[in-house]
């Protein structure tokens, strides 16, 4: 089992900047990748970004790409997701994934783990 926990949500203005923590623990050697999703009121969990584990080679939702910077710090076991530029559309409670699955891993279903969720709410 691995267990995620995020923080660093919050309010802020449209152009701002927020950065998300993820703490991993348990049996983080089985991780392969990590990753966001983030789910906004009445709509479906969408997927923002990923980075393997190993590598840290990265991959973004083209919605976030160039404003949002994924990264992680491996002897840490920590998951990180700089957001600058922030738009009223970004407002979205995000979840922090890992899985041991390897592929492609753009869908929710690729993720066994999941956080409880951090709420980001972007005003204009």
């Known amino acids: 089992q691995v267990q995620l926990v995020e923080s660093g949500g919050g309010l802020v203005q449209a152009g701002g900047s927020l950065r998300l923590s993820c703490a991993a623990s348990g049996r983080t050697f089985s991780m392969f990748a990590m990753a966001w999703f983030r789910q906004a009121p009445g709509k479906e969990r969408d997927f923002v970004a990923r980075i393997s584990w190993s590598n840290g080679n990265t991959y973004y939702a083209d919605s976030v790409k160039g404003r949002f910077t994924v990264s992680r710090d491996v002897a840490k076991n920590t998951l990180y997701l700089q957001m600058n530029s922030l738009k009223p559309e970004d407002t979205a409670v995000y979840y922090c994934?890992?899985?041991?699955?390897?592929?492609?891993?753009?869908?929710?279903?690729?993720?066994?783990?999941w956080g409880q969720g951090t709420q980001v709410t972007v005003s204009s």
């Open positions: 994934v890992a899985t041991g699955r390897i592929g492609f891993l753009l869908s929710p279903s690729d993720y066994a783990y």
